[in-house]
């Protein structure tokens, strides 16, 4: 055998693969024959658990998370895979409603495996970043915000911004710190996402600049109210500086009037940033892309692919309507050992000082690969059918006893109550509310510990607990929306 192996004292022969590639080729088969059983085969199949619940303490010794000073061999490192997959949860099920992303798709799966693989440095798929210059579906964004910066997550999209918006502003910011600043003034609606104010936190402007602004009935940003928190804002002396609207809100899926919030930005010179993390793959969608009307005024955008879009975890991007180069007046800090000027190549196209990571995965290729292969056409089916499928639930839901709409969903996230047996037709009894905000908890728990599907539940406002179903997988299909309620029935029908 090609194989080498290290002999320990205290243990059966091991398996080592430093410097033999025979031995690395055998167990990535290996891993890879597992991933595609386990993940790929089963994890699709609605035959399967969607998870396999284990408490905490258990789970723990299943897994046997010590760390040892002896390696193991590589019959019980396949099994430690095995173990990983088996007991989590399998976001690419059928049956996975949880969050705001789901499914797989297996042309974006080979892009992320090419990028785990030893490869150059980003600055090397630059041209596949820049491809969404020429990317259709995103033409009603200005032309300077078709080259997208991969970011870390629609979190950081919207850092990002916040500090582009201050430095632009306040450009000796950079190196006076926050001396340098009067008080600023930043505004999002109430339905905004956390991640306004932790960034309003970590940037070191506190969560007390961050003014909320109302949304109406469906979470939508009132721009009336947001021109009144602009004139309070300066009538106590802080600087109003930035607005954050939100195309697609985590809990309803709220589009907010852009049109009308970029006439407050431009009458009192505000950046306007629009976190469409969520909502921005609807620009894909000829039939559905009038919900971001406006957002071509932004100066900038955030937008996560690995979530409608089904481009896999991490797969996020920033555009920005900037041309000055202003990414890198604010991040950048000319290290000599890194980004030298004088290179063989033009070093405009590096570029690593723009950002503030210093190494960064290739996050741009699994969405450039998935884009070639289902082609925009591809991808705008896959929106529309998501938004069929939300339509069908709504109309499904309507049918039967028990379940009550928050409102008519403009989007995918579908906004329910399920009202067991015991409470229906007791909406006047003093204690409804109460009753009712304690069920979904219970049902939550109930289909977790039996593996038969995961969907979130919140309550928002004066509103009690309700599910959010969000139909985004694009293997879904009626008969899954119909499972769904069925299963719902079934685990609620003694409550």
Sequence with gaps: SAHRFTLMADSEPLLSLDGDPVAAEALLRDVFGIVVDEVIRKGTSASEKVCEWKEPEELKQLLDLELRSHGESREQILERCRAVIRYSVKTCHPHFFNQLFSGLDPHALAGRIVTESPLPAPTKFLWVERSGE?????????????HPLPVTGGSISNMYAVNLARYQRYPDCKQRGLRALPPLALFT???????????AA??????????????????????????RQISLAKAEGAVPFLVT???????LGAFDPLEAIADVCQRHGLWLHVDA???GSVLLSQTHRHLLAGIQRADSVAWNPHKLLTAGLQCSALLLRDTSNLLKRCHGSQASYLFQQDKFYDVALDTGDKVVQCGRRVDCLKLWLMWKAQGGQGLEQRVDQAFALARYLVEELKKREGFELVMEPEFVNVCFWFVPPSLRGKQGSPDYAERLAKVAPVLKERMVKEGSMMVGYQPHGTRGNFFRMVVANPALTQADMDFFLNELERLGQDL
């Design 189 to 199: 609606s109430k339905e905004c996402h956390y991640s306004i104010k932790k960034g």
């Design 202 to 227: 970590f940037l070191g402007l506190g969560t007390d600049s961050v003014r909320v602004v109302k949304a109406d009935e469906r979470g939508k940003m009132i721009p009336e109210d947001l021109e």
């Design 245 to 251: 609207a939100t195309s697609g809100t985590t809990v």
């Design 277 to 279: 993390a969520w909502g």
């Design 134 to 146: 020429a990317s259709s579906g995103f033409d009603s964004l200005p032309l300077s915000c078709h």
